[in-house]
Protein backbone atom coordinates (compact mmCIF):
# COMPACT_ATOMS: atom_id res chain seq x y z
CA UNK A 1 0.00 0.00 0.00
CA UNK A 2 1.21 3.23 -0.69
CA UNK A 3 0.71 5.64 1.96
CA UNK A 4 1.63 9.01 0.82
CA UNK A 5 -0.75 8.34 -2.56
CA UNK A 6 -3.15 8.30 0.30
CA UNK A 7 -2.20 11.07 2.14
CA UNK A 8 -2.05 13.36 -1.31
CA UNK A 9 -5.54 11.95 -2.22
CA UNK A 10 -6.99 12.78 1.15
CA UNK A 11 -5.46 16.31 1.14
CA UNK A 12 -6.44 17.23 -2.33
CA UNK A 13 -9.84 15.66 -1.57
CA UNK A 14 -10.34 17.67 1.44
CA UNK A 15 -8.83 21.18 0.24
CA UNK A 16 -11.14 20.65 -2.46
CA UNK A 17 -14.38 19.77 -1.05
CA UNK A 18 -13.53 22.61 1.26
CA UNK A 19 -12.79 25.13 -1.08
CA UNK A 20 -16.11 24.30 -3.09
CA UNK A 21 -18.14 24.10 -0.13
CA UNK A 22 -16.77 27.82 1.04
CA UNK A 23 -17.32 29.31 -2.62
CA UNK A 24 -21.12 27.92 -2.71
CA UNK A 25 -22.02 29.49 0.90
CA UNK A 26 -20.22 32.69 -0.13
CA UNK A 27 -21.51 33.20 -3.87
CA UNK A 28 -25.04 31.65 -3.24
CA UNK A 29 -25.96 32.33 0.04
CA UNK A 30 -25.81 28.76 0.99
CA UNK A 31 -25.52 27.25 4.26
CA UNK A 32 -23.37 23.71 3.22
CA UNK A 33 -20.90 21.96 5.50
CA UNK A 34 -21.77 18.88 7.43
CA UNK A 35 -19.29 16.37 9.04
CA UNK A 36 -19.36 13.76 6.13
CA UNK A 37 -17.48 16.30 3.95
CA UNK A 38 -14.70 15.01 6.68
CA UNK A 39 -15.29 11.39 5.69
CA UNK A 40 -15.58 11.73 2.01
CA UNK A 41 -11.18 12.38 1.42
CA UNK A 42 -10.61 9.13 3.47
CA UNK A 43 -13.52 7.20 1.34
CA UNK A 44 -11.81 8.30 -2.15
CA UNK A 45 -8.53 7.76 -0.95
CA UNK A 46 -8.91 4.05 0.18
CA UNK A 47 -11.30 3.32 -2.89
CA UNK A 48 -8.28 4.67 -5.10
CA UNK A 49 -5.73 2.95 -3.26
CA UNK A 50 -7.34 -0.75 -3.57
CA UNK A 51 -7.66 -0.17 -7.38
CA UNK A 52 -4.16 0.85 -7.18
CA UNK A 53 -3.36 -2.22 -5.31
CA UNK A 54 -4.63 -4.81 -7.85
CA UNK A 55 -3.04 -2.69 -10.11
CA UNK A 56 0.24 -2.91 -9.12
CA UNK A 57 0.25 -6.34 -7.22
CA UNK A 58 -2.29 -8.43 -9.87
CA UNK A 59 -4.03 -9.52 -7.06
CA UNK A 60 -6.85 -8.33 -4.15
CA UNK A 61 -5.63 -7.37 -0.75
CA UNK A 62 -5.54 -10.15 1.79
CA UNK A 63 -7.87 -9.90 4.83
CA UNK A 64 -4.86 -8.96 7.34
CA UNK A 65 -3.47 -6.63 4.63
CA UNK A 66 -6.40 -5.04 3.97
CA UNK A 67 -7.12 -4.45 7.91
CA UNK A 68 -3.42 -3.38 8.12
CA UNK A 69 -4.32 -0.59 5.55
CA UNK A 70 -7.43 0.20 7.47
CA UNK A 71 -5.38 0.67 10.58
CA UNK A 72 -2.49 2.70 9.68
CA UNK A 73 -4.84 5.21 6.97
CA UNK A 74 -6.88 5.39 9.87
CA UNK A 75 -4.16 7.04 11.96
CA UNK A 76 -3.07 9.07 9.44
CA UNK A 77 -6.74 10.34 8.32
CA UNK A 78 -7.29 11.07 12.20
CA UNK A 79 -3.69 13.60 12.15
CA UNK A 80 -4.57 14.85 8.83
CA UNK A 81 -8.14 15.61 10.13
CA UNK A 82 -7.45 17.36 12.89
CA UNK A 83 -3.95 19.36 11.17
CA UNK A 84 -6.88 20.50 8.63
CA UNK A 85 -9.20 21.67 11.30
CA UNK A 86 -6.15 23.62 13.37
CA UNK A 87 -4.88 24.59 10.68
CA UNK A 88 -8.42 25.97 8.81
CA UNK A 89 -8.14 28.55 12.05
CA UNK A 90 -5.42 30.24 10.92
CA UNK A 91 -6.02 30.06 7.71
CA UNK A 92 -9.92 30.68 7.24
CA UNK A 93 -10.99 32.38 11.25
CA UNK A 94 -14.72 32.92 10.52
CA UNK A 95 -15.09 29.19 9.27
CA UNK A 96 -13.71 27.73 12.61
CA UNK A 97 -16.89 29.99 14.00
CA UNK A 98 -19.04 28.09 12.15
CA UNK A 99 -17.66 24.79 13.19
CA UNK A 100 -19.57 22.12 14.93
CA UNK A 101 -17.34 21.90 17.93
CA UNK A 102 -15.16 24.27 18.88
CA UNK A 103 -11.34 22.85 18.88
CA UNK A 104 -10.10 21.40 21.99
CA UNK A 105 -13.54 21.18 23.69
CA UNK A 106 -14.60 17.57 24.45
CA UNK A 107 -17.09 17.86 21.99
CA UNK A 108 -14.07 18.18 19.51
CA UNK A 109 -12.53 15.05 20.82
CA UNK A 110 -14.89 13.23 20.71
CA UNK A 111 -16.11 13.71 17.69
CA UNK A 112 -12.91 13.03 16.31
CA UNK A 113 -13.14 9.53 18.36
CA UNK A 114 -16.38 8.92 16.19
CA UNK A 115 -14.64 9.94 13.36
CA UNK A 116 -12.06 7.73 14.15
CA UNK A 117 -14.16 4.95 13.82
CA UNK A 118 -15.82 5.29 10.71
CA UNK A 119 -12.52 6.19 9.62
CA UNK A 120 -11.72 2.47 10.27
CA UNK A 121 -14.47 0.75 8.66
CA UNK A 122 -14.93 3.64 5.55
CA UNK A 123 -10.71 2.31 5.02
CA UNK A 124 -11.67 -0.72 5.42
CA UNK A 125 -14.49 -1.49 3.19
CA UNK A 126 -13.43 1.31 0.34
CA UNK A 127 -10.00 -0.28 0.40
CA UNK A 128 -11.66 -3.97 -0.48
CA UNK A 129 -14.39 -2.07 -3.00
CA UNK A 130 -11.85 -0.50 -5.05
CA UNK A 131 -9.97 -3.76 -5.25
CA UNK A 132 -12.89 -5.76 -5.61
CA UNK A 133 -13.93 -3.90 -8.82
CA UNK A 134 -10.30 -3.19 -10.42
CA UNK A 135 -10.59 -7.18 -10.18
CA UNK A 136 -13.45 -7.33 -11.97
CA UNK A 137 -12.83 -5.08 -14.48
CA UNK A 138 -9.41 -7.14 -15.62
CA UNK A 139 -11.16 -10.11 -15.70
CA UNK A 140 -13.98 -8.62 -18.28
CA UNK A 141 -13.48 -10.26 -21.57
CA UNK A 142 -11.89 -8.05 -23.53
CA UNK A 143 -10.46 -5.84 -20.68
CA UNK A 144 -6.28 -4.65 -21.05
Not at 29 to 37: I, R, T, V
Not at 44 to 51: D, F, K, N, T
Not at 102 to 128: C, D, E
Request: aromatic letters at 10%; glycine letters at 10%; zero cysteines.
Amino acid sequence: MNYLRYTAIFLGVAVASALIVLALNTWADAGLGASGQLLAPAMIAALLEGRAFVRDEGRVPNPSEAWNFALLATGLAVLLNAALSFGAVWVIPEGSAQSVAPIGTRAFWLMLAVHAIIYLLSNRFFLGLGARNEEARRNRPGAS
